[in-house]
């Protein structure tokens, strides 16, 4: 049982990711900022915005206010039962 538990908590964390990564990029686009304008605003470098955008990677909730102060988003909702995730 464990394992799957296990299983389950890796399948919504991948759902998050990738509704995160997309609401980044949703918002980017609309604050007409390009992938190394954010990165440079975050102080990292560009493959690393590409990642997050593209769920390879996580974003924890430090970095995740990091980039909606940069992008002036100024909520987050994450729906759930689709954990879509959603800047407002």
């Known amino acids: 049982m464990g ?4 299983s389950i908590g890796s399948a ?3 759902r998050v990711a990738a509704s995160s990564g997309e ?3 949703v918002a980017r ?3 007409g900022m390009s992938q190394w ?8 470098r ?3 915005v590409s990642k997050m955008e593209s769920g390879a990677c996580g974003v924890g909730l ?9 992008l002036g988003v100024t909520g987050l909702l994450i729906h759930p039962r689709t954990q879509e995730v959603e800047f407002i």
Request: aromatic share 0%.
């Open 3 to 6: 394992e799957h538990v296990q």
């Open 12 to 14: 919504l964390i991948g």
């Open 23 to 25: 609401a980044i990029r």
């Open 29 to 31: 686009l609309a604050a």
């Open 37 to 44: 304008d954010l990165a440079s605003a975050l102080g990292v």
């Open 46 to 48: 560009q493959p690393l």
């Open 62 to 70: 430090d970095r995740m206010c990091q980039v909606m102060a940069v």
